[in-house]
T-cell receptor, first 116, second 113 residues
């Protein structure tokens, strides 16, 4: 069962436009919601993350919006650039505790293409 | 430079052979993870380890085995029991307290024919 559902699977945006990727989850025990960026042939890298007690977090052109009641969160990329073309994964984390190690549950990914 | 290394980048094997993928980190992280990536499937957790000599099965552990004899190393063996081993394999590490912030290696693409 997919713990985190991500859409769309692929996204094409013109340079300067806004890219929006959406994710949804069910488990209210999740306590961190990171986004990872992956370029072809490379490993993913953490882009930005948000805790559920915050509704929005912005870092440069990247913003996470979080709706706790709807159990949804989204990534907005403002002024999208060709260099943003990559696969983006949302994820949800349970921190674990004591002897239990936390882990990440990933969405299936969105392949973003930004046309110049 | 601190980071995670995976070797080799490309690996080819014949069906029925076991193969071991290497993962080494010098970030001094206690926690290490192995993921499998297939197109359209996202990243699926195979095994993870919080400490030396201890590891837990992830969501798709069947046909795989791991060891954690050193803090820096977490090799993954893909056994002949894995029905569909061709995939991109990613190793990651984190501190146990910040398991949401994982650092990934460059991956190994395994092709079994």
């Amino acid at each position: 069962q997919q713990q985190v559902k991500q859409s769309p699977q692929s996204l094409i945006v013109q340079k300067g436009g806004i890219s929006i990727i959406n994710c949804a989850y069910e488990n209210t025990a999740f306590d961190y919601f990171p986004w990872y960026q992956q370029f072809p042939g490379k490993g993913p890298a953490l882009l930005i993350a948000i805790r559920p007690d915050v509704s929005e977090k912005k870092e440069g052109r990247f913003t996470i919006s979080f709706n706790k009641s709807a159990k949804q969160f989204s990534l907005h990329i403002m002024d999208s650039q060709p260099g943003d073309s990559a696969t983006y994964f949302c994820a949800a984390s349970n921190s674990g505790g004591g002897s239990t190690l936390g882990r990440l549950y990933f969405g299936r990914g969105t392949q973003l293409t930004v046309w110049p | 430079d601190g980071g995670i290394t995976q070797s080799p980048k490309y690996l080819f094997r014949k069906e029925g052979q076991n193969v071991t993928l290497s993962c080494e980190q010098n970030l001094n992280h206690d926690a290490m993870y192995w993921y499998r990536q297939d197109p359209g499937q996202g990243l699926r957790l195979i095994y993870y380890s919080q400490i030396v000599n201890d590891f837990q099965k992830g969501d798709i552990a069947e046909g795989y085995s791991v060891s954690r004899e050193k803090k820096e190393s977490f090799p993954l063996t893909v056994t002949s029991a894995q029905k569909n081993p061709t995939a991109f394999y990613l190793c990651a590490s984190s501190t146990p307290r910040n398991s949401y912030e994982q650092y990934f290696g460059p991956g190994t693409r395994l092709t079994v024919t």
